[in-house]
């Protein structure tokens, strides 16, 4: 049972940035992908980004790329998104994934990642 643990969201003007972090600390990732995904009110959940925990193969939405990036630390079973010149259509709960069906659905679709965190609120105000 992979339990992962958000943290970093919060209200931020735009133009800031934000870290988001996800641990799983009883667990190690490897083997897996981990991704973000967000969730707009009334929309469904969009990929954001991914990392590949083997390789470190990184994946981006096209609206974040330059903006964010996805890392991985594999001492402490973490994985963060950086967040930078955020914008209030950023807005939106942040949700941290993990699986190891990337190669079946694809690293962008919600499908592959068969465990989820409890989702961290990013609220961006211009």
């Known amino acids: 049972q992979v339990t992962l643990v958000e943290s970093g969201g919060g209200s931020v003007q735009a133009g800031g940035s934000l870290r988001l972090s996800c641990a799983d600390p009883g667990r190690t990732f490897s083997g897996y992908g981990t991704a973000w995904f967000c969730q707009a009110a009334g929309k469904e959940r969009e990929f954001v980004a991914a990392i590949t925990w083997s390789g470190g193969r990184t994946y981006y939405a096209d609206s974040v790329k330059g903006r964010f990036t996805i890392s991985r630390d594999s001492a402490t079973n973490t994985v963060y998104l950086q967040m930078n010149s955020l914008k209030p259509e950023d807005t939106a709960v942040y949700y941290c994934?993990?699986?190891?069906?990337?190669?079946?659905?694809?690293?962008?679709?919600?499908?592959?990642?068969?465990?989820w965190g409890q989702g961290t609120q990013v609220t961006v105000f211009s």
């Open positions: 994934g993990v699986g190891d069906e990337l190669l079946r659905f694809g690293v962008r679709s919600p499908a592959a990642f068969g465990s």
